[in-house]
Structure formats: structure tokens, C-alpha cells
């Protein structure tokens, strides 16, 4: 399986409202460091798995729209309760939904590293024939 990783960051503010996340229920600040590794069997026509410049361009697409807001204000997250996992799967969804089927893609992982030691992924099967 080949994979290819891009990186970017976002800077939120978010809360937790739920007892279980003790002073995270309050009203925070959070900078997360996003991975997003595209995966296939076999390279495409050109030699990649993804291009870099398109995967790149798609990840700053979505986190522009998260950056420096409150994602407690953020209509589309509304009664969500937005933990890095969570956002891990939204993030996956949104840029999947930009993805031609046909391109041959098998996988995407989004990982948010929100601490060096403390990160969360998601996985998600794309189906893709290689």
C-alpha cells in the first residue's frame, strides 16, 4: 500500500460541555497539527498516490474554515460535542467529499496531534481500485 501525507495546523477555540472533560468544559483555546495520509495499492498513471499540491490545497480548505472561530458558534458543528476525534472524522468527511471515486484512492487517515504526546486519528475506507 502507498501512502502520501500532508501536514497543516488550525488554531480554534472550542468547549467540552460535559462533566467527563473536567476544565476542558469551559471555554478553551486548542492548536492542532493535522495529518492527512491518502492511501492506494498501486500508484496512479503519474507515479503518486494523491497530488501534493491538490491534497495540500484541499487540507487549507478545510481548516480555513475552522481557523481562529469558535467551533461553538460554527452552524455545521452545531450540538456537537467537538472533541479531537470528532474532528478527526469531520475533517475526513470533508475532504472526501471532494474526491473524484474513480480516482483510485483506498483510504484516508486524519490524524489531529493537539500535544507531542496526545494525538487522535480517524480511518476511513474510500473503496478505491488501485
Do not use: K
Not at 11 to 35: C, I, N, R, W
Not at 56 to 63: F, K, P, Q, R
Not at 72 to 88: A, H, M, N, R, Y
Amino acid at each position: 500500500m502507498f501512502t502520501l501525507t500532508v501536514r497543516d495546523h488550525v488554531m480554534v477555540a472550542h468547549s467540552l460541555p460535559d462533566p467527563f472533560f473536567g476544565p476542558a468544559q469551559g471555554l478553551h483555546g486548542a492548536t492542532y497539527v493535522v495529518e492527512t495520509t491518502w492511501e492506494r495499492p498501486d500508484l496512479d498513471e503519474h507515479g503518486v498516490v494523491v497530488d501534493i499540491g491538490a491534497a495540500t490545497a484541499s487540507l487549507g480548505e478545510v481548516l480555513g474554515r475552522l481557523a481562529y472561530r469558535n467551533l461553538d458558534e460554527l452552524p455545521e458543528l452545531s450540538g456537537q460535542v467537538t472533541t479531537t476525534e470528532f474532528l478527526c472524522r469531520w475533517i475526513a468527511d470533508q475532504l472526501v467529499a471532494a474526491v473524484d471515486p474513480a480516482a483510485g484512492l483506498h483510504a484516508l487517515t486524519v490524524t489531529l496531534r493537539e500535544h507531542p504526546d496526545a494525538w487522535a486519528s480517524y480511518r476511513r475506507e474510500l473503496g478505491g481500485a488501485g
